[in-house]
């Protein structure tokens, strides 16, 4: 069966091109001009498998689409922009989306990154046996991480996180207490580490320390070491 795409663009001629490309390579293709009909689409014809959404001419518009179809889905998420500037990764990688791909760019090489992302997509079920891990022994509110239910939990809550930061928090988890670099984490999690921006890494730690860190401004679970990288520590 054809992997599912939507392509969320209000450009028609952009969108139509993109579509054709997409179609070629053997997708199966939906089409949104707006946020509003994106998401109405998602209520309706349900997730697709990938999504592709453009920097529109009102950015804004891109990032709140970005933000809405993250409440509720956790469907992989290509942000297509004209420029790569800093301030455009960085807002839309802070908005809840998994990648970044400024224009132009080749179609291989966007094929590349959304077969990355789907098969990122389908790690906790490729991990079914590992076992649970107690992330923060807090008495009242324990973080638990759950790989084969896909799953973190803060207390009796489930927390709400993306592919990305799911996926980067299961490689911390594979060896607590080892510095793992940016470099190391862009190789095995975006699987691209050769041609990968380190901005990805930092930007997605930071969101996943907002939500499972008792203090974001002072981690204790995700620990940065300066010069070198990335290190989980046990709360015990």
């Not at 001009?33 to 998401?39: C, K, P, Q, T, Y």
């Not at 996943?208 to 008792?214: N, V």
Request: proline share 4%; glycine share 8%; net charge negative.
């Amino acid at each position: 069966m054809s992997a599912r795409l939507m392509i969320v663009e209000d450009d028609t001629r952009g969108r139509d091109a993109l579509r054709l490309a997409m179609e070629d390579e053997g997708y199966n293709v939906a089409e949104a001009g707006e946020v509003g009909n994106a998401l109405d689409q998602l209520r309706t014809n349900g997730v697709p498998d990938v999504m592709i959404v453009d920097l529109m001419a009102d950015e804004t518009h891109s990032f709140d689409c970005i933000r809405a179809i993250r409440r509720d889905h956790d469907v992989p998420i290509i942000v297509v922009g004209a420029r790569d500037g800093a301030n455009d990764v960085v807002a839309a990688l802070e908005a809840g989306a998994d990648d970044f791909l400024a224009k132009p760019f080749e179609i291989r090489e966007m094929t590349a990154r959304m077969r990355a992302l789907c098969r990122r997509a389908g790690f906790a079920a490729e991990r079914s046996g590992a076992r649970e891990l107690v992330l923060d022994a807090d008495p009242e509110q324990p973080l638990v991480l759950a790989p084969a239910a896909g799953a973190v939990r803060r207390g009796d809550v489930e927390l709400h996180l993306t592919l990305t930061e799911f996926r980067l928090l299961c490689e911390l988890a594979e060896t607590p207490g080892r510095v793992l670099s940016r470099q190391t984490l862009l190789a095995n999690v975006w699987e691209r580490g050769f041609y990968g921006d380190e901005r990805i890494v930092d930007v997605h730690m930071r969101r996943l320390r907002t939500k499972i860190e008792r203090d974001p401004s002072d981690p204790r679970v995700v620990v940065t070491v300066r010069g070198l990288g990335y290190r989980l520590d046990l709360q015990h």
